[in-house]
């Protein structure tokens, strides 16, 4: 059934400006094939099946993260959002660019320091991650920017938040999409007590261990969530939490390759 939606957030983010006589034209209806509800459902239920199929099968996220990602922008365009709402109006990408570029200038001094401090260093003694520089570079500059980063922004800060924007607003959007963002990392935290010494000494080894390790994980992700959506509001564009997204993840790769060669001294 197809349906005719206005988009009332067209601009991708708040302005903190109602709308006011005169200020311009009437915003154009747009014809949706699909309910924001419905979509959002679709949505969960494609993340669920990529997630397992990442877990199970290595780097498969190469290929099917930006085969899924671009099947939900597709998905989000039959449920009549604009490119703006999906935090890809290309009059975001400057700001967003901008914002990401600061954001990883500052990720990029705090994890040196991290890695440089003995108090801290532990902290980067993560066994995924004990590799060499070719195999360090290709996973920070390759496999994380196109298998996760790639995927996780467009699901969760621009398909899903934009879909539950339109559903209930920015808290709604906000909430839901960071809780669904926590739980997303169930699968791949399963073994992270073993693989990082600082964790795996923290909580130490068997079940109970998993369970606060995964439990903490998710937490986590999900508070990660929050502050990505909030920089999705501010610059109006995905780039910004994904510049954040790829600092955090593709430079403490690159960190921890440095502390495991320094180790080996």
């Known amino acids: ?3 005719w939606t206005r988009a009332e957030h067209d601009t991708g983010h708040d302005t903190g400006q109602g709308s006011r006589a005169g200020a311009g034209p009437p915003a154009v209806p747009r014809l949706s094939w699909l309910s924001p509800g419905v979509a959002v459902a679709i949505t969960v239920v494609l993340l669920v099946v990529v997630n397992v199929v990442d877990v199970e099968v290595q780097h498969a996220a190469l290929v099917v993260g930006p085969v899924c990602a671009a099947a939900l922008l597709a998905l989000a365009r039959l449920a009549g959002l604009s490119w703006a709402e999906l935090g890809l109006g290309p009059g975001t990408w400057r700001r967003g660019l901008t914002w990401a570029a600061a954001i990883i200038g500052i990720v990029a001094v705090v994890l040196a320091a991290g890695a440089a401090l003995p108090l801290t260093r532990d902290a980067f003694r993560d066994s995924r991650y004990h590799l060499d520089l070719a195999q360090a570079l290709l996973t920070a500059f390759v496999l994380i920017p196109v298998g996760t980063v790639l995927l996780e922004e467009v699901a969760f800060r621009g398909v899903l938040w934009g879909l539950l924007r339109r559903l209930g607003g920015t808290v709604l959007a906000t909430t839901v999409s960071s809780a669904l963002f926590g739980l997303w ?25 998993q369970v606060i390790a995964v439990t903490g994980t998710v937490l986590f992700t999900a508070a990660s969530g929050v502050v990505f959506c909030e920089l999705r509001r501010r610059s109006g564009s995905i780039l910004a939490p994904a510049g954040l997204h790829w600092a955090v993840n593709g430079l403490s790769v690159l960190a921890s390759a440095a502390v495991w060669a320094w180790a080996t001294r």
């Open 1 to 3: 059934m197809r349906h």
């Open 185 to 209: 990392h169930i699968l791949p935290s399963l073994g992270l007590a073993t693989d990082n010494e600082a964790i795996g000494s923290a909580v130490g080894q068997g079940r109970s261990a």
